[in-house]
Every structure is written in structure tokens, then in C-alpha cells.
């Protein structure tokens, strides 16, 4: 599933809305997505 950088920071946005930490976001969004590729660095 391709997914683009903009839909990559809604989606990190609403995790940090609901109070969750940034690095958990990142990790349940590769689960999902399937993506090894994303990491902290580029989230931030």
C-alpha cells in the first residue's frame, strides 16, 4: 500500500492527539502499513 508522507503525519498527528507517544505511533503505523522504512527521525 503506498501511502504519502502527508497522509504519514495525519496519521502520527492524530496519535499524538489521543495522547499517544510518537515512538508507539511510529511502530502501530509499520505494523499496519507493513513499512520497514519509516523511522523516528523522518516522523519528527
Known amino acids: ?5 502527508k497522509e504519514i503525519c495525519h496519521i502520527l498527528f ?3 492527539l489521543k495522547g499517544k507517544n510518537t515512538l508507539k505511533a511510529i511502530k502501530n503505523f509499520c505494523i499496519i502499513y ?5 523511522s523516528f527521525r523522518i516522523a519528527q
Open 34 to 38: 507493513r513499512i520497514d522504512t519509516l
Open 14 to 16: 492524530f496519535h499524538c
Open 1 to 5: 500500500m503506498e501511502v504519502s508522507n
